[in-house]
C-alpha cells in the first residue's frame, strides 16, 4: 500500500529566504505527483502536477522536483514572502486509485 | 472558473441524528470524492465515485454512506451522527483518475458533533 511522508512537518523562516520541502512515497510506480496548499480552514489548492515521466515543474517561485526511483519529490519556494504562509500537502496517483496524502507540511514565513 | 461547491460550511449536530453534507461541481467530472482532516491525521478517503450510481469504499467508510444519482452531485450521509465523527469534511471532483489530471476540492464542511 502506498505510503506518503512529508518532512519536516513544521517549518519556519524568515521572510527572503529559499527553502525546500519534502516529499517520499513507498511505491515508486506512480502516475503523477501533485503538490497543494491549504490556507486555514480552507479547501486545497492544486499548486504543481508532475507526470510520472517529467522531471520538474515550475510555476513562479514554485519547482517541484520527482525523482521516481527514489521515492522523492521536493518542492522548492524562491524568496520566500508572509503570504507563503499554509500547509503544503503532496499527493501521489497509483494507477486505478485515488490520491494518496502525505499529512503536510506547516509553513511560517515571517516578516 | 471551475468549482466545487459544499452547500454547508459549518454545522453543528446532536448525537444520533442523520446528517446530510452536499457537494456540487460544475466541471462535468467523472470522479469525485470524499474525505475528512483531522489534525495529526491527514487527510483520509471515506468514499469515492467514478460514475453516476457508483461507490466504492475509501479508507475510513464505516459510519458513513454515499449517494451520487446525478453526476454533478456527491452526498455524504451520516446515519447516526456520532461525536468521533467530528471533523472537517472535503470533497473534490476530477476528470479522470491516475492521469495526470488536476483535482479540485471544495472549501470543507466543519462538522461538529454534540
Known amino acids: 500500500k502506498q505510503e506518503v511522508t512529508q518532512i519536516p512537518a513544521a517549518l519556519s523562516v524568515p521572510e527572503g529566504e529559499n527553502l525546500v520541502l519534502n516529499c517520499s512515497f513507498t511505491?515508486?510506480?506512480?502516475?503523477?505527483l501533485q503538490w497543494f496548499r491549504q490556507d486555514p480552514g480552507k479547501g486545497l489548492t492544486s499548486l504543481l502536477l508532475?507526470?510520472?515521466?517529467?522531471r520538474e515543474q515550475t510555476s513562479g517561485r514554485l519547482n517541484a522536483s520527482l525523482d521516481k526511483s527514489s521515492g522523492r519529490s521536493t518542492l522548492y519556494i524562491a524568496a520566500s514572502q508572509p503570504g507563503d504562509s499554509a500547509t503544503y500537502l503532496c499527493?501521489?496517483?497509483?494507477?486505478?486509485?485515488?490520491?494518496?496524502f502525505g499529512k503536510g507540511t506547516r509553513l511560517s514565513v515571517i516578516a | 472558473d471551475v468549482k466545487v461547491t459544499q452547500s454547508s460550511r459549518y454545522l453543528v449536530k446532536r448525537t444520533g441524528e442523520k446528517v446530510f453534507l452536499e457537494c456540487v461541481q460544475d466541471?462535468?467530472?467523472?470522479?469525485m470524492f470524499w474525505y475528512r482532516q483531522d489534525p495529526g491525521l491527514g487527510l483520509r478517503l471515506i468514499y469515492f465515485?467514478?460514475?453516476?450510481?457508483?461507490?466504492e469504499k475509501g479508507d475510513i467508510p464505516e459510519g458513513y454512506s454515499v449517494s451520487r444519482e446525478k453526476k454533478e452531485r456527491f452526498s455524504l450521509i451520516l446515519e447516526s451522527a456520532s461525536t468521533n465523527q467530528t471533523s472537517m469534511y472535503l470533497c473534490?471532483?476530477?476528470?479522470?483518475?491516475?492521469?495526470?489530471?488536476?483535482?479540485?476540492f471544495g472549501e470543507g464542511s466543519w462538522l461538529t458533533v454534540v
Open positions: 508532475i507526470q510520472s515521466s517529467q
Open positions: 466541471m462535468d467530472h467523472e470522479n
Open positions: 473534490a471532483s476530477s476528470s479522470h483518475q491516475g492521469h495526470g489530471n488536476t483535482i479540485y
Open positions: 465515485s467514478y460514475d453516476v450510481k457508483m461507490k
Open positions: 499527493a501521489v496517483s497509483s494507477g486505478n486509485t485515488p490520491l494518496v
Open positions: 511505491d515508486s510506480a506512480i502516475y503523477n
